[in-house]
């Protein structure tokens, strides 16, 4: 109950406050955000780290695949070791979409 009271409390401050500052205020902190995400510095630093974390992400699934295939398909059903076989076939052929719709681009 103390934590609904405080969501609650916290929420009717945030709606005092907000309309108080009024829809000026709120026009010029939106047009703040948008001259920061345009800002290519901020852009180019966003795609490089979506770049790493793509390369992450790519080097945790080939261990991750590699690992349960070797130390545990014997463990698993033919079915499942056989899909993590096909992924990592499919992933070393360079195939730059993954099941989760994500490019390397």
């Known amino acids: 109950m103390r934590y609904r009271l405080t969501f609650v ?8 406050l907000g309309t ?3 829809r000026e205020r709120y026009e010029q902190l939106k047009k703040s955000a948008q001259r920061i ?3 290519p510095a901020v852009r180019n ?5 979506a770049q790493q974390g793509r390369q992450y992400a790519g080097r945790a699934f080939h261990t991750v695949s590699h690992t349960i295939s070797h130390t ?5 059903p033919e079915t499942v070791a056989q899909r993590v076989r096909s992924l990592r076939e499919r992933n070393v052929d360079g195939t730059p979409e993954d099941d989760w719709g994500t490019s390397n681009t």
């Open 72 to 76: 545990v398909g014997d463990r698993v």
């Open 45 to 49: 630093t966003a795609e490089t780290a």
């Open 20 to 22: 108080r500052a009024g």
């Open 37 to 39: 995400a345009q800002n």
């Open 9 to 16: 409390a916290g929420l009717a401050l945030g709606y005092v």
